[in-house]
């Protein structure tokens, strides 16, 4: 367990205004909503019918179930709003925020401009799923967390448990960086990426560290130092 972990830490510069502004304006940002996290149920079998959303080793988007659907995401900066969206309290977000994280070097008309447009394509890129997990209003854009699961919640609520296969859960889910692979060449939205994955990683650390005491005191050696 420790070195899928080990094999997948990684780590990177960020701005300290927009380090400033997530750290501000979301206080409890770096915690997560710990009691929030955990009520995510796990992903189910045929019946199941949420949006699965990965955001660790890379980004990836289907319908959940044992035959999961596939949707092609092509565009990065519809996948950069849904990890956004995942990764704040209440996974929700003014649109005027997201439209300066995304096209903050455009004029603030066009930034809104095309913020509509890409939550309309976003809409249309979801029918071929059949679910669409968004809740637009005129001032606020969420997902519906009813229908989303998402490997970064997971993961976050099962390091903090104390059960040893939890642990080990956490350690399989997490497979690589926060939304490795992932640019749109927009100091903001990368500066916040930055911040998440390094946040992230020092979790995982932790949860390396703690698979690897409670495996020796379980008598496991080889798989503690594997």
Known sequence: MQRTIRANLASGGTSARWRALAMNEHPARHSLDMAHASSAAPLGGVGDL???LTLLGGFSVSLGGDNATELAMSAARHR????????????????????????????EGQARQS?????LRMRRDFTQIT????????????????RVWCDAWEFLA????????????????????????????????????????????RV????????????????HGPRAVA
């Open 50 to 52: 949420r949006v699965r």
């Open 80 to 107: 950069a709003v849904l990890a956004y969206l995942a990764m704040q309290p209440g996974h929700s977000e003014t649109r005027e925020r997201l439209a300066t994280l995304i096209w903050g070097d455009s004029s």
């Open 115 to 119: 913020l509509r447009q890409c939550l």
């Open 131 to 146: 679910v669409d997990p968004l809740i637009i209003d005129q001032h606020t854009v969420r997902l519906d967390r009813n």
């Open 158 to 201: 099962l390091s903090g448990s104390d059960d040893l296969s939890d642990l080990d859960e956490a350690a399989e889910l997490y497979k690589g960086g926060f939304l490795e692979g992932l640019h749109i060449n927009k100091e903001s939205f990368e500066t916040w990426r930055q911040l998440e994955r390094t946040r992230l990683q």
């Open 204 to 219: 995982a650390v932790g949860v390396m560290q703690r698979c690897g005491e409670r495996h020796l005191d379980a008598g």
